[in-house]
């Protein structure tokens, strides 16, 4: 992936790229030299290759990457972390090849654990998934490039998406570092996801059941609109719950698995068979009880976490 002449302005840049194929239509910060070499700083081998990103198998290397976190504005130590989600892309239960070719509105949403999540400026609470003064958005949108320049992604030739979906050009979330089932570590989960769904408590009680049975049904919900009540087996579901929700159920589930356990068998009891291969849930976001649903990709996908090392592959 070439780089642009130092004093490329923005207009220039970003439509000599999209002539080339590189971009998502948005502006683009000039990938210069000298922006792509600050960004490698201390990468041992920039072109090493760690992987064919479908769906025209092109070569992930940290240069690529390091070019995609300068094009959609990233901060340059979000390179580790961009790194580790499109490697974890890679594998096979993931099933990029399908996403990337799909005409459903998939997209790779892309979830941040650990002290990482701070350092690169990414934010677990308000408006996490919307615009502010916190880095989510550049991240995940240097995921999104990366596997769109990697992967030779071209709307109308290579993705036959339908109508796609925002989340295309980014969907990435810190997880909180103080909820009741945060692990130490930094690590990056990456799960295809169609879309976003709102999902509120059935009242103001601490019963669990106000909490867990609308997610069952939103789960449920899902599978439904699929057309096809097998198409669960094979996906992982989302749901993402803020923090004065996880505090009430913490007290009944002393783990995050327990907890996705118990809704992956309330949601099979309401669909009559099963809402997804595992039920992945996450604490993030700021004060107040609405959770968020991220449905499954309906093609088969399941999620895959890799740990974030400075100098992982690099």
């Not at 923005?10 to 239509?25: H, K, P, R």
């Not at 198998?57 to 790194?83: H, I, K, M, S």
């Not at 509105?105 to 934010?123: F, S, W």
């Not at 999902?199 to 103001?204: E, K």
Request: proline fraction near 11%; aromatic fraction near 2%.
């Amino acid at each position: 992936m070439s780089t642009v002449p130092e004093g490329t302005d923005v207009v220039e840049a970003t439509a000599a790229l999209l002539a080339d194929g590189v971009g998502d239509g948005l502006p683009v910060v000039p990938p210069t030299p000298s922006r792509v070499s600050a960004v490698l700083e201390g990468t041992a081998d920039p072109d090493a290759v760690l992987g064919l990103v479908p769906p025209l198998f092109g070569e992930l290397t940290p240069r690529v990457v390091a070019t995609c976190c300068v094009l959609a504005g990233a901060p340059a130590a979000a390179l580790p972390v961009v790194l580790a989600a499109a490697t974890a892309c890679l594998a096979p239960e993931l099933n990029l090849l399908g996403v990337a070719t799909t005409t459903g509105t998939a997209a790779v949403a892309m979830v941040v654990a650990g002290p990482v999540a701070a350092r690169i400026g990414l934010t677990h609470g308000t408006g996490m998934l919307g615009p502010g003064p916190h880095t989510n958005g550049a991240v995940g949108r240097a995921l999104a490039l990366t596997l769109a320049t990697a992967g030779g992604v071209r709307p109308g030739t290579t993705t036959m998406a339908t109508t796609a979906q925002p989340a295309r050009y980014t969907c990435c979330l810190a997880a909180d570092p103080d909820g009741p089932w945060a692990t130490p570590g930094d690590a990056v989960t990456v799960l295809p996801v169609g879309g976003t769904a709102e999902v509120l408590p059935r009242d103001d009680r601490d019963d669990p059941d106000a909490v867990l049975d609308p997610v069952a049904d939103a789960l449920a919900g899902a599978v439904r609109a699929a057309g096809d009540p097998v198409r669960g087996r094979e996906m992982t579901q989302a749901v993402v719950l803020p923090p004065e929700v996880a505090a009430r159920l913490a007290s009944v589930f002393p783990t995050v698995d327990a907890l996705g356990a118990e809704l992956r068998r309330r949601g099979d009891a309401v669909l009559g068979g099963p809402v997804a291969a595992e039920v992945l849930p996450v604490v993030a976001g700021g004060p107040g009880l609405k959770m968020l649903h991220l449905p499954g990709w309906m093609g088969g996908s399941r999620a895959v976490t890799h740990p974030c090392e400075r100098n992982s592959g690099l």
